[in-house]
């Protein structure tokens, strides 16, 4: 299939199946105790047709653009079922999400409430609001506890009790909760519940003494799943009973109704369904040394990696030979942070060839160097099964507007 959808498409091609989204998004349903939403945070990948499956499935939108706002509702979220979060939300911003009928914010500040709340009363109306915590940060089941850090994201949790009346008595906003997302990526079970305890202690603590409104507490995320190498997204077997326990010790008024529950997750819902397509553009040995030279580089994969944001790509090739020679997998671009793997064990490789980054259906197209030295997007062929769906290519700005 891969193979055929390069000779169709070209390379570098990304694929994405709709049958793996609806796959990753029903998994993650099921490791949530009943009645929890989903949120998913377009940053992961804002592409239509993939946020539209997971919309059908039951799936609300986290966002934190006006671009993104853009591609939610092409998707078929209602602005009622969409999450505007964010540390800079502009007024401009503001103006477009309310005008276009957004009435949950995640607010980082005082002020940034303040901003959504002139916005609002602008338009006439009153935004409802989670007030973001920055909660001191660590895990329960370690028992590591660091004092909270200072952060653009959250508003500090030791201020919020002094913080809370006038909070409340924001003009054009009504707080109706909580949103925590203090942990990416939880490898395992135990830190993922125990960050969760945290949360959870903290929620009901500010509930119970700063009279922070717990209608709806969006808890965060941290649900893992491989990046650009092979692999599953993780299963968390013990999650929906350890939840739950910890909902009843904590919150017990959750299975009354009274408290929504929401997470979110962007690499769980979409990280799995997508491949990258690269085709082989030259061999060559440079003093003793193999390295494969790609048409897909930092520019269509692992970019945020050219920006120190994350380590340094390590790309796996699911065609990888264990008794392969040693060599090094680089991009085309004329920089050498171009650089998806070193010392990979490849198997034979020939110009023509096309080699598949599996797990690279979120934190790709969009998070890489797009415009970097000038290459067009790659390619995004989206297929249910075997099924072609759509084809498309992100179309950036070529040439500089040049005003007179
Ligand atoms: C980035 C982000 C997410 C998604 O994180 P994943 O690790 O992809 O699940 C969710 N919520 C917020 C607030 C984020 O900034």
Known sequence: MNQHLAEKFGTPTYVYDLDVVAESRDQLFGLLPEGFQVFYALKANPHPEIAHELHRGGC?????????????????????????????????????????????????????????????????????????????????????????????????AETLPSLMPALKATPGTRVVGAHFFTMSNAKDEDSLLGEYEFVLQSAAQLHQEAGLPLELLDIGGGFSSPYAVPGVRTDYPKLRAGLEQLLDLYLPEWRTGEIELACESGRYLSGSCGSLLAGVVNVKESRGSRFVILDAGINVVGGLSGIGRLLPAAVGIEDTDPNGATGSLVGPLCTPGDSLAKAAKLPELAPGDVVTVPNVGAYGVTASLISFLGRPAPTEVVVRGDEVVSVSRLDYQRAYEVSP
């Not at 505007?84 to 911003?93: L, M, Q, V």
């Not at 957004?102 to 980082?108: D, G, N, T």
């Not at 409802?128 to 994201?153: D, H, K, W, Y």
């Open 60 to 156: 609300r939108a986290e966002i934190s653009s006006t671009g993104e706002l853009a591609y939610a509702l092409q998707a078929g979220f209602e602005p009622g079922e969409i999450l505007y979060t964010g540390p800079g939300k502009t007024d401009a911003e503001l103006a477009q999400a309310i005008g276009a009928g957004v009435r949950l914010f995640s607010v980082e500040s005082v002020t940034d409430l303040q901003h959504v709340g002139v916005a609002a009363e602008k338009h006439g109306v009153v935004a409802s609001c989670l007030l973001r915590v920055n909660t001191t940060q660590g895990s329960a089941s370690t028992g590591i506890r660091m004092m909270g850090r200072p952060s653009q994201f959250g508003i500090d």
